[in-house]
């Protein structure tokens, strides 16, 4: 039986028995979380928790990077064998994220599952997330 705790602005699962989205997941954030905050929110939250349902795609949400950040974080996402959905090159993806669009991230070779990768919106969530807006 998994035993969640929290302690210290952590979530601490034992006995959680990984699955292949969890360490999809998992390598994902471990790059992510050297450039900036995050949050996962949407249906890949109950899955994390047991609620037994299936999803194709992962939300994170991001407080807006500098350009220059989110190009060495691109660049690094296609070292690590990456692969981004959207047909467009570093500097279109920046774009659509500063419009407010996300973009869709996989491994190479695959569609499903993604990362649905956004620019947090406003400076609400950020509140409520407890992270600097821009």
């Known amino acids: 039986m998994m035993n969640i ?3 210290t ?3 601490i699962m034992e ?5 292949d989205l969890d360490r999809f997941v998992l390598q994902f954030i471990h790059i992510l979380a ?4 995050y949050v996962i929110v949407s249906s890949y939250v109950s ?3 047991g609620r037994p349902r299936g999803t194709e795609d992962i939300d994170i949400l991001i407080p807006s990077l500098p350009e220059k950040k989110f190009y060495t974080l691109f660049e690094e996402l296609m070292e690590k064998e990456y692969f981004i959905l959207n047909p467009e090159d570093s500097h279109g993806l ?3 994220l500063e419009y407010g669009l996300g973009i869709q991230i996989a491994e190479k070779n695959t569609i499903i599952p993604n990362i649905e990768l956004k620019f947090i919106k ?3 969530v950020c509140f409520l997330l407890k992270i600097n807006y821009r």
């Open 34 to 37: 050297y450039y900036t905050d």
């Open 15 to 19: 006995h959680k028995v990984l699955s």
């Open 94 to 96: 920046y774009s659509m």
């Open 9 to 11: 602005g952590k979530i």
């Open 47 to 49: 899955i994390l928790f």
């Open 5 to 7: 705790d929290f302690d």
């Open 122 to 124: 406003n400076e609400f």
